[in-house]
């Protein structure tokens, strides 16, 4: 794996990816939206791999978002947001393990 690349890569994705990660629910479509716009950009890089796991956390974090302003919508109550952190998936935790 050429880390040099997945650096640099990263430097470039990391500030969208933060602000999906800390958007108000109000805000996500749109941070997302943008985040899945700045992998696109990498559909022929070499790590694509990498970069399928950020597209795959990407949804699944807009998936667990949705779920929770339906659960709220069908209650009609707003519940506060759970107090642990949404999962991620197996595999970008297995990548942070490694350091990327």
Not at 62 to 82: A, D, H, L, T, Y
């Amino acid at each position: 794996m050429n880390v040099e690349s997945f650096a640099a890569m990263f430097d470039v994705i990391e500030p969208t990816f933060t602000a999906m990660i800390e958007a108000n629910p109000e805000d996500m479509d749109s941070k997302t939206e943008a985040f899945l716009e700045v992998l696109r950009q990498f559909d022929n890089h070499p790590l694509k791999d990498r970069i399928e796991v950020f597209r795959d956390y990407a949804i699944l974090l807009r998936f667990e978002r949705e779920k929770e302003s339906n659960k709220e919508n069908r209650n009609g109550v707003v519940e506060p947001p759970p107090t642990q952190p949404l999962r991620r998936p197996r595999r970008l935790y297995l990548l942070m393990l490694r350091g990327w």
